[in-house]
């Protein structure tokens, strides 16, 4: 049987071009507003058009904000003691890593997670990350950013992982 309908025949054109493909909640966003950004900048360029932004996309920098906030809960006593004069953001987070071994078990268990979760978006979206995040690597949070929050087509498996 032929699909006629087409919504039908779309399914089926899709499902012969390859691999389905998802666009992450923010990427028409930071496709529009935040364009040539580096990861770390995302979330700030966002936020700066969050009256703009999709509803989508609001909700995916709300989980971006609670995840920081989440971490200067669990490492404020470490980044006050071996980071005092540390920025906050990626700075920081390059700062708490050089300390791993004198951490707080807290703040240990919050970077390693981090760690975990982006190595396993490095591996789920490894074509993704290699065309689209070039330069980053796991373990400070900014290959989840890149690919979750970036102007980035990613793969069903890769979107299911983020």
Do not use: N, Y
Request: hydrophobic residues 45%.
């Amino acid at each position: 049987m032929t699909p006629t309908h087409p919504i039908a025949l779309a399914a089926v054109l899709a499902a012969l071009s390859g691999p389905a493909r998802a666009e992450p909640p923010c990427a028409a966003d930071a496709k529009r507003f935040c364009a040539g950004k580096a990861p770390a900048e995302l979330v700030s360029c966002l936020q700066a058009h969050r009256p703009d932004l999709a509803p989508a996309c609001v909700a995916r920098v709300e989980r971006v904000l609670v995840f920081f906030q989440s971490a200067a809960t669990a490492c404020k006593p470490d980044a006050f003691e071996f980071c005092s004069g540390i920025g906050p953001g990626l700075p920081m987070v390059d700062c708490l890593l050089a300390k791993q071994g004198k951490l707080t078990q807290i703040c240990q268990q919050f970077l390693d997670s981090a760690r975990a979760r982006d190595e396993s978006v490095q591996k789920a979206c490894r074509d993704e990350v290699s065309r689209s995040c070039p330069g980053v690597s796991p373990g400070r949070g900014e290959v989840w950013m890149c690919l979750g929050l970036g102007a980035v087509d990613v793969s069903e498996a890769c979107a299911a992982t983020l």
